[in-house]
Every structure is written in C-alpha cells, then in structure tokens.
C-alpha cells in the first residue's frame, strides 16, 4: 500500500458544504436588506453597492459587522432559514454602518464594535423569541450603550457627513438614504429605487406618509422651531414607521398615524435628549411601530369574536 500524499489527505468541500457557505454568504448580504424589511440577498447587494458609493469606510466597516454578525448567529445555532433572510444581522450591520459614519477606526474602536454587534444578535433572537419585532432597537441600545461609555473609550470622531435639506421635496428621498448615514440626494434617490425593485407599492406608501409629514413639517416649522431642529430625524423615523407598517399588512390610515407619531416622538425626544447632544437615532420609529403593533393586538383580543 502506497503512502497517501499530502494533497490527497484535504478531501475537497463536499457539495453540502458548499451549499451551505453559499447560504451563509447570501445572509451576509440580505443583513443589509432587512434594514429596510426586505429578506433579500441581491437588494442587500444593491444597498452594500449604493452605500459604497456615499461613504466607502462605512460600507466596508458595516460589510465586516455584517459578516461578524452572521458568524455570531451561526455559533449561537439560530435559526438557519432566519439567519439566511437576515432577521439576526441587520442590527448588527447597521451598527457597523453607524460606527464607520460616526468614528474613526482604531484599536479600541475594533475591539468595541464586535462587543456591540454580538449584543445586536443576543437581543434580536431574545426578542423574537417572545414573539416582539425587533425591528432596530438592538442598533439603538448598542448605540446608547455606545455614547454612554465614550467617556472611557473617547473614540475619535469623523469629519461631519452632509445632512438633508429640509427646504425641497427632494429632502423625503435624502431621508429614505439617510437611514443607512446615506446622505446626497441623489444616492437617497438611488437608495429609494433599490427598494422600489423588491416591493415598489409599500415603498410608495411610505414615501407618500413621509412627504406628507415633510409637508407639514415645512408648514409648521416656522411656528414651532424644535420641529425643524429635528427636520432629519424625522424624516427618516417617519419613513421607517410608515414602511414597517406596511410590512406588518396595517391600512394606509395605520401608517399614516404611525408615521406622524414618530415624527412627535423626534420632537419630543429632541427637547430632552438635544441639550445633551445624545442623539436618538431610530428609537422614535421603534417606539411609534411597537405602540401601533400593542394597541392593535390589544384591540384584537378584547372585540367580541
């Protein structure tokens, strides 16, 4: 009997395994989709790319949060089928997102931003496990986390990205980007097509909601000067509630109400967190669409049968 060779004592990847690295990476991607509530590899592609295009190190950091979320989520044993549509690692991506729009990269910062992006993953599956929509709270706790312990870990801040105008219609589609620190109108404009491809009726509902909560926001500006000190919060809250809305099957007048009720949390929160210089993020979304979701299964189970 012959001696084996070194090269044939690496058996090549059987076809499962491939199937399954091939599965693993199209979750990898469809974590950036899910931001926006689309299980989708090939959307989440499209947004990694728009993304790209607007701020390179938040596409690349965000890229390497997403991978570091999914290989949380498999070492966890988390559902595979969840995992591959990106339910446990868009939190986590756009946590990795935030950290390369909002601070430079170094030591501390590398070591940090793992910590935060598995708390992304824990909390998402602990959530669902008791049947609540996670939608972004994990990225806005691991973000308060965050602000709250800079003292200690003093990350160094980028230069500022440009901001909406909140002065034309075109500020409701810099908002749609501005979601994903996406801030040129354009690729806001970009942005919103990408989405439209996977579902263009529930998009158009939300960027109806959202340009008629900018309406009134140009309206009431002048009369209430806090309103336009959270024009961008605003619009990207407004949008986000009347999507997600949309996704969990709510009327138009659901959304509606959504939407405008995230825009008073923005005010809201702004007065108390503003002076503070904490900013909110997506909580105000969190907020509207859980109250929605609580006062409809509330009502389902109290009207008579």
């Not at 909002?102 to 602990?126: E, M």
Request: net charge positive; hydrophobic share 55%; with cysteine.
């Amino acid at each position: 009997m012959s001696a084996s060779s070194p090269a044939s004592l690496a058996s090549p990847p059987t076809l499962g395994q491939r199937h399954w690295l091939i599965g693993e990476l199209r979750g990898l991607m469809a974590n950036f989709a899910q931001i926006y509530f689309i299980p989708s590899a090939g959307i989440g592609a499209l947004l990694l790319a728009v993304l790209a295009l607007a701020d390179w190190p938040a596409a690349m950091i965000g890229l390497a949060a997403s991978g570091a979320a999914s290989c949380f989520a498999v070492l966890l044993r988390l559902p595979r089928d969840q995992r591959r549509t990106g339910l446990f690692g868009y939190n986590g991506a756009l946590t990795g997102i935030a950290f390369g729009a909002l601070w430079q990269p170094d030591a501390v910062f590398a070591a940090w931003l793992p910590v935060c992006v598995g708390f992304t993953v824990v909390s998402t599956a602990a959530l669902m496990r008791y049947k609540i929509p996670a939608l972004t709270g994990p990225f806005v706790a691991a973000m308060a986390l965050s602000w709250a312990v800079q003292p200690w870990l003093a990350l160094t801040p980028r230069a500022g990205s440009l901001a909406c105008d909140a002065g034309t219609p075109g500020f409701i589609f810099c908002a749609v980007g501005q979601v994903v620190f996406v801030a040129p109108l354009v690729l806001g404009l970009l942005t919103w097509y990408v989405l439209a491809l996977w579902n263009a009726r529930a998009t158009l509902w939300a960027l109806t909601m959202a340009g008629v909560v900018w309406t009134g926001l140009a309206a009431f500006s002048t009369l209430w000067p806090s309103m336009a000190a959270q024009a961008g919060g605003i619009g990207v809250n407004a949008f986000l509630a009347a999507l997600g809305l949309g996704v969990f099957g709510h009327r138009p007048d659901t959304r509606f109400l959504g939407a405008v009720l995230a825009a008073m949390i923005c005010v809201a929160l702004g007065g108390v967190l503003g002076p503070s210089g904490w900013p909110y993020f997506t909580l105000p979304f969190n907020l509207a669409v859980w109250m929605v979701l609580g006062v409809a299964t509330w009502r389902r189970r109290t009207d008579p049968v």
